[in-house]
Antibody, heavy 120, light 106 residues
Framework: EVRLVESGGGLVHPGGSQRLSCAVS????????MTWVRQVPGKGLEWVSS????????FYADSVDGRFTISRDNSKNTLYLQMNSLRAEDTAIYYC?????????????WGQGTLVTVSS | IQMTQSPSSLSASVGDRVTITCRASHGISNYLVWYQQKPGKVPKLLIY???TLQSGVPSRFSGSGSGTDFTLTISSLQPEDVATYYCQKYDSAPLTFGGGTKVEIK
């Protein structure tokens, strides 16, 4: 069974940093690209960042480029999102998602999400 | 890069045929997926490559289109289909989502 479990959310002050983790199981992690998607409660989905299976290529939404860094540790079956210079508009539920293939595609498995609140 | 869905919401009767459209601001070939998100749940992949049904998804769901114009069709709406539906492109980053279409039962 494929499982994705996010952690690391919480309350952070504007300008602060937070690191999210996503521990996965049930599939060969290095065979798949992985992605972070966020959603303000009650609003739509926003793609944040993706990383290929090997970790050699990363991609970012303009809204987070230069502030967020996606990475993965294939030996630990874990995906990360380092978020710096956080803003109020980064407040959202952050989901990690497994891509269909090694490269960027759609997402066939999702975690339950972790809430990040940026507020003073 | 914009993905525009219409309508933003709709109300239909059980058994009705429901159509949701998604328009890309530039051609994306068939690099499009559709998701269903039920209230309080995480999104579920319905269709990829514009028209390929994901395993386990009921056959009343279908997708079509290529280039800039795409359609998700529910051939006979069921009560369990109440949800918000999103399209998303994946031809290249950014992997933009559409704004969503909320489907309700009349």
């Amino acid at each position: 069974e494929v499982r994705l479990v996010e952690s690391g959310g919480g309350l952070v002050h504007p300008g602060g940093s937070q690191r999210l983790s996503c521990a996965v199981s049930g599939f060969t992690f290095s065979d798949y690209a992985m992605t972070w998607v966020r959603q303000v409660p009650g609003k739509g989905l926003e793609w944040v960042s993706s990383i290929t299976g090997s970790g050699s290529s990363t991609f970012y939404a303009d809204s987070v480029d230069g502030r967020f860094t996606i990475s993965r540790d294939n030996s630990k079956n874990t995906l990360y999102l380092q978020m710096n210079s956080l803003r109020a508009e980064d407040t959202a539920i952050y989901y990690c998602a497994k891509d269909l293939t090694y490269v960027l595609t759609g997402f066939d498995s999702w975690g339950q999400g972790t809430l990040v609140t940026v507020s003073s | 890069i914009q993905m525009t869905q219409s309508p933003s919401s709709l109300s239909a009767s059980v058994g009705d045929r429901v159509t949701i459209t998604c328009r890309a601001s530039h051609g994306i070939s068939n690099y499009l997926v559709w998701y269903q998100q039920k209230p309080g749940k995480v999104p579920k992949l319905l269709i990829y490559a514009a028209s390929t049904l994901q395993s386990g998804v009921p056959s009343r769901f279908s997708g079509s289109g290529s280039g800039t114009d795409f359609t998700l069709t529910i051939s006979s709406l069921q009560p369990e289909d109440v949800a918000t539906y999103y399209c998303q492109k994946y031809d290249s980053a950014p992997l933009t989502f559409g704004g969503g279409t909320k489907v309700e039962i009349k």
